[in-house]
């Protein structure tokens, strides 16, 4: 199983950016994937998920009206469309699955849930 993420960058505050996190060697219809991020001295913390159902979704407070994550089953690849960005949102993201049995499982929050995870992609704002 790999994850693939890609999508970081520097963005000015009040910019937007896309991340994608492409994935292979696991059946994606039945996966749920899940963005964390993870600040120097801090722990990673949980930012959206979605479900197998493209209109199961979850947000952290810090990103819920900002941040819209979706998915494209055809293309296997997950995405988190980040607005407005803040500097803050600084960190490294990770995008992590686990295969879900159930069609409509809740999203979990905490990264010792998944079973597989990408390599990071890096968030810089600047002020």
């Known amino acids: 199983v790999q994850l693939q993420a890609s999508g970081g960058g520097l963005v000015q505050a009040g910019g937007s950016l896309k991340l994608s996190c492409a994935v292979s060697?696991?059946?994606?219809?039945?996966?749920?994937i899940t963005w964390f991020r993870q600040a120097p001295g801090k722990e990673r913390e949980f930012v959206a998920g979605?479900?197998?159902?493209?209109?199961?979704?979850r947000y952290a407070d810090s990103v819920k009206g900002r941040g819209t994550i979706s998915r494209d089953n055809d293309k296997k690849t997950v995405y988190l469309q980040m607005d407005n960005v803040r500097p803050e949102d600084t960190a490294a993201y990770y995008c992590?699955?686990?295969?879900?049995?159930?069609?409509?499982?809740?999203?979990?929050?905490?990264?010792?849930?998944?079973?597989?995870w990408g390599q990071g992609t890096q968030v810089t704002v600047s002020s």
């Open positions: 979605i479900g197998r159902s493209a209109g199961d979704r």
């Open positions: 060697g696991l059946t994606f219809a039945r996966a749920m």
């Open positions: 992590a699955a686990k295969s879900s049995v159930i069609l409509t499982a809740p999203i979990l929050t905490t990264p010792g849930a998944y079973s597989y």
